[in-house]
């Protein structure tokens, strides 16, 4: 209290303290940052402002005297002070360039319904079309092309293929050695396996992938004999390498934080030390571990050099051993030959604010879970 | 817990334990721990393997040169300016993480109210932002640092081409200062946090303002805890690859970065490079083996030191305590 | 003391990060990946030759260079495909004028069998059709009665693009089409795989067999040698460009372009594994 006083007399220390505070600000501002501006890149696709038609409505550059000044701006797409700053030979030339798109199309596609349809609509994006050249409706992600196919179902199947298979192969690994280590191993290999397990974290995931390009997918073709080398299978485990440090020293610290006292009592009536720490610990600690499988998902679920260096293919396919393409892989691989501004580029951050969205749910409710766990476990203790 | 140890329950335990073989408990304790050896046995042949091959074709020329034209070819490239470009992205991201970072961990433990629903929203974001995937990192990046701050600086610069609006070492060091942010604030409070609230009662009783006190007092303590926090933070962000994929790195440069707003090549991105476009993956594979191993010796090289660090921290503080 | 240290540190930096307003390279050039490694040699040549002109190369992708080109960040713009009607309308928005188009060297795309596959020729159409999986075994092409097991790029390549364009008639690859992260994944892949088709520069290819190619049943079948490439007869050839805004083509930039495209320019070409323009092409 007696600092609160100092407060009016000491101006510099005031100064310092609002400074303090307002750098402090900067998690939440950024968060909120990220929030804006990935959603603002994103935002003509969630409105269905963007059109993607192959085939546009065009009016021949010969007419452009019957037009109004106003329509022609409609016309081109300029904002009014754009519009004034243009003479006439250029929007004259802006037509001929519209019109040249008309006659780049080959002339086969003229009649498809397929070039009047604005791809990046909802209904293109979400459920399954039958284009044409296809013999029924599909969901395909094809963006590059005359006709854009932005269908995003497959990238999620990829995104949750490769997730779900990581996290079937880390979670109960993880789980089980989170639950020797605190609870069944001497002092001292406790001491040592922990830092060594977190030590797979310290790998990047640039050569977690590099690993599994080179090494891991010829081991498993020959031992599974499958035949695509590079698939979803490989994918996952390499991304379960990635998972299992997370969940780990997650599960771990759930696991540690609940008190001797529960373990004394149970040894102290007669049970064995797994039965202590199978059925006293770990119910206890289950949130913690539930939570710890959470945030392991948004790790994988995020997780993009891996999955990008094993495999790529927009296959719709649930069979793990095809290839997948996951949302993360489509952002990183495609954004570099995408036209800022242009459909393609805003689609990929759409997909960039799902994945933020999903992903912080998956933070927040493992946030929530864990505390709530603490809580209890400390009031009890 | 200091109780007496009182021999009664555990031989009791013993004798009954011995009396029949307990299988459930033998096939539970093998059980976990095999899948702790799994993951020990997991990271020891990634290591190996990267060690063992990378090797044989590390030396020191490869380490000092700068590839001309075609780095896919094993008797002439070398990784000089990927090093040089992952440390000085790494170092410029430091530079903007530690001091916002240490701000932000000093207001959370020394002046924010612990039960105000305002430090408990600014915990809850630093916890997000820790989670949010690398490649979001790179799409804000992307969308803020370079179209919106570094557009905005070229119009208002009135720079003669474009300077500030494209990829740079700048852009791609603050877009994984964000990214990093997390880590250093949680490394910076646990190290306030573990310091005896008695030293800041008797600097503040000798008259000293609570300014003074965490400047003098406070921060010398807790800087090795500063120091593994910057260290882990440079140790994650040195093996990073998608953030910087659209906010700086660069395929081929044939220069030396010199200057904030140049493109850089970088480790990580380069063995993604050397892994999935070489034009003869066989003949690449030497060298393809010994950019790993450079990477993963700078970062297990950081990730060391930052062990050490706070080993010895705690050694010193378990003395004071 | 440490506080106030830190603010001139940081003061400092950001001080220096403000005036190091770069001295800009005389002439900037940025695009496509693939291009990368060419534009850097003749940048070499270049500049050995003509110490006082520096040259900065960058990659970043075609999309990335077209999107420089708009903003007027670079100079020359490197592109492994043709401009595009949408991209023209832009840079017109942004500069009134429409880019300048040059033809810089040419690249050849082979289509790889494995070395025991005895099908040694085929045409553009049977192409086309065993990567949209209407062929979908060998016997219908003279081979082995082997299911064809379909190898193609990732869909953000250049080489994708251009396949899919000139080959498939802008036709969707098959669904059952495997994706490989680079041309040397689809070569190893290949070099492994008996029953396996693949496509990739011309410049790549060790271990795997070349197909040779026919424009249509009728013609006469042609190996990807620089030969068949640079006089038209092997079909499936692309061009790469460099475009560059009109009001800065003078000059430098505008000597560069004219070397560039000359025979001492050409030469490089060759050096770095592309083919260099037909003699009525250079000036």
Redesign the interface.
């Known amino acids: 209290m007696?600092?609160q006083r100092?407060h009016r007399a000491?101006p510099?220390?005031w100064l310092?303290?609002r400074?303090?505070?307002t750098?402090?600000?900067?998690?939440?501002m950024?968060?909120l940052?990220?929030f804006i501006?990935?959603g603002?890149?994103a935002l003509p696709i969630f409105l269905g402002r963007m059109d993607s038609a192959l085939i546009q409505e065009t009016i021949p550059p010969e007419r452009m005297n019957e037009l109004d000044p106003e329509e022609l701006r409609v016309y081109l797409d300029?904002s009014p002070r754009?519009f004034a700053g243009?003479?006439r030979d250029?929007l004259q030339?802006?037509m001929e360039?519209?019109q040249?798109?008309l006659e780049?199309i080959?002339p086969e596609?003229l009649n498809d319904p397929d070039a009047h349809a604005n791809t990046t609509a909802w209904r293109y994006l979400l459920f399954p079309h039958q284009?044409s050249?296809y013999d029924r409706p599909?969901y395909?992600w094809?963006?590059?092309?005359?006709i854009h196919?932005y269908n995003i179902v497959p990238l999620i199947v990829g995104s949750l293929k490769t997730t779900l298979i990581g996290l079937f192969f880390a979670v109960?690994?993880?789980?089980?050695?989170a639950?020797?280590?605190s609870q069944?191993?001497r002092p001292r290999v406790r001491e040592i396996?922990k830092?060594?397990?977190e030590?797979?974290s310290?790998?990047?995931?640039?050569?977690?992938?590099?690993?599994a390009?080179?090494?891991m997918a010829s081991v498993f073709q020959a031992v599974f004999q499958y035949?695509?080398?590079?698939n979803a299978f490989v994918a996952g485990i390499a991304l379960g390498?990635a998972v299992?440090p997370v969940v780990?020293s997650i599960a771990e610290d759930a696991l540690t934080s609940v008190p001797?006292s529960y373990t004394q009592g149970a040894?102290?009536l007669?049970s064995?030390?797994?039965?202590a720490?199978?059925h006293i610990v770990l119910p206890a600690a289950l949130p913690g571990v539930f939570a710890a499988v959470v945030?392991g998902f948004?790790?994988a679920?995020?997780?993009?050099?891996i999955v990008?260096?094993v495999?790529?293919?927009?296959?719709?396919s649930w069979s793990i051993f095809d290839?997948a393409?996951s949302i993360?892989t489509t952002?990183?691989?495609?954004?570099?030959?995408?036209?800022?501004?242009?459909h393609h580029y805003r689609m990929?951050?759409m997909l960039?604010a799902v994945?933020?969205a999903v992903?912080?749910v998956?933070?927040?409710v493992?946030?929530i879970v864990i505390h709530r766990l603490k809580r209890k476990l400390e009031g009890r203790s | 817990m200091n109780r007496p140890p009182n021999p009664a329950p555990p031989d009791s335990a013993k004798s009954f334990r011995s009396e029949r073989f307990d299988f459930a408990s033998f096939f539970f304790t093998g059980l976990t721990g095999f899948a702790t050896l799994l993951i020990v046995a997991i990271l020891a042949v990634i290591l190996l393997n990267i060690v063992v091959q990378g090797w044989e074709s590390l030396s020191w020329r490869f380490i000092s040169t700068i590839p001309k034209d075609n780095f896919f070819d094993p008797a002439s490239t070398g990784v000089l300016p990927m090093i040089v470009g992952t440390t000085g992205r790494v170092f410029v991201m430091t530079i903007f993480v530690l001091p916002v970072g240490v701000i932000t961990a000093i207001y959370l433990t020394e002046y924010a109210p612990s039960t105000s629903p305002l430090t408990r929203f600014i915990r809850a974001a630093v916890n997000n932002l820790a989670g949010v995937p690398s490649i979001v990192f790179g799409l804000f990046g992307l969308g803020f640092f370079i179209n919106f701050v570094g557009r905005n600086l070229d119009a208002l610069l009135d720079s003669p081409g474009p300077t500030w609006g494209q990829p740079a070492i700048l852009w791609a060091s603050l877009t994984l200062a964000v990214m990093t942010l997390p880590v250093v604030i949680v490394a910076t409070e646990e190290s306030l946090r573990a310091i005896p609230p008695g030293l800041r009662e008797a600097s503040l009783a000798l008259g000293a303002t609570k300014l003074q006190t965490i400047l003098r007092v406070v921060l010398p303590q807790a800087l090795p805890g500063i120091m593994t926090g910057g260290i882990l933070a440079v140790s994650r962000a040195a093996g990073e690859v998608a953030p910087i994929l659209f906010t700086g790195v660069a395929y081929y440069m044939a220069n030396l970065p010199s200057k904030l707003t140049d493109q850089f090549m970088d480790l990580g991105y380069h063995v993604y490079v050397l892994s999935t476009q070489s034009p003869n993956i066989e003949q690449t594979r030497p060298i393809l083996y010994a950019t790993v191993l450079v990477l993963l010796m700078l970062t297990f090289a950081l990730n060391f030191t930052a062990i050490l660090i706070r080993a010895r921290m705690r050694k010193k503080l378990r003395a004071l305590g | 003391m440490k506080a106030k240290n830190l603010i001139t540190r940081i003061g400092l930096c950001l001080g220096t990060a403000a005036l190091l307003l770069p001295a800009r390279a005389d002439i900037t050039v940025k695009g496509s990946d693939t291009m990368v490694i060419l534009a850097q040699k003749w940048a070499e040549v270049y500049m050995a030759n003509n110490p006082s002109i520096k040259i900065q190369v960058t990659g970043g992708g075609t999309g990335t260079g077209f999107a420089a080109l708009q903003n007027q960040q670079t100079d020359l713009c490197n592109a492994s495909r043709k401009i595009r009607a949408k991209e023209i309308e832009t840079c017109i928005r942004a500069f009134g004028k429409r880019p300048t188009e040059y033809r810089v060297a040419l690249d050849g795309l082979s289509v790889y069998v494995n070395a025991e596959n005895p099908v040694s020729e085929l045409t553009v159409e049977q192409l086309e059709l065993i990567f949209t999986a209407k062929i979908r075994n060998w016997k219908e092409l003279g081979g082995p009665d082997l299911p064809i097991t379909v190898y193609s790029r990732e869909n953000s390549s250049g080489t994708y693009e251009f396949f899919k364009e000139h080959v498939l008639q802008g036709k969707d690859f098959a669904a059952s089409a495997q994706t490989m992260p680079g041309t040397a994944a689809v070569l190893q892949a290949v070099a492994k795989d008996p029953k396996g088709i693949g496509y990739g520069g011309a410049a790549y290819g060790a271990g795997a067999k070349h197909l040779n190619i026919k424009k249509d049943e009728a013609s006469p079948a042609f190996e990807p040698t620089e030969e068949n490439v640079v006089n038209g007869a092997y079909p499936i050839s692309r061009h790469l460009f460099i475009y560059v805004n009109p009001a800065l083509d003078k000059g430098d930039v505008a000597n560069y372009l004219k070397w560039i495209r000359s025979d001492e320019g050409q030469a490089v070409v060759k050096d770095v594994g592309y083919f260099p323009l037909p003699a009525n092409l250079r000036r």
């Open positions: 007696g600092i100092g000491r510099l220390e310092a303290e400074v303090i505070f750098i402090s600000l900067s998690a939440i950024l968060i940052l990220i501006f990935v603002r890149e300029l754009q243009m003479d250029t030339m802006l360039v519209r040249e798109a780049e080959p596609q284009w050249d599909r395909i094809q963006p590059i092309g005359n196919k109960p690994i993880s789980v089980g050695a639950i020797y280590v069944l191993a396996a830092p060594t397990i030590l797979l310290g790998i990047p995931s640039v050569v977690v992938g590099f690993f390009l080179l090494v035949e695509t080398r590079l390498f299992i780990f001797r040894l102290a007669g064995s030390k797994w039965q720490a199978w945030l948004g790790r679920i995020g997780e993009t050099m990008l260096m495999c790529s293919a927009s296959v719709m290839s393409r993360t952002i990183a691989a495609e954004m570099a030959e995408a036209v800022a501004g242009g990929l951050f960039g994945l933020f992903t912080f998956a933070n927040l493992g946030d």
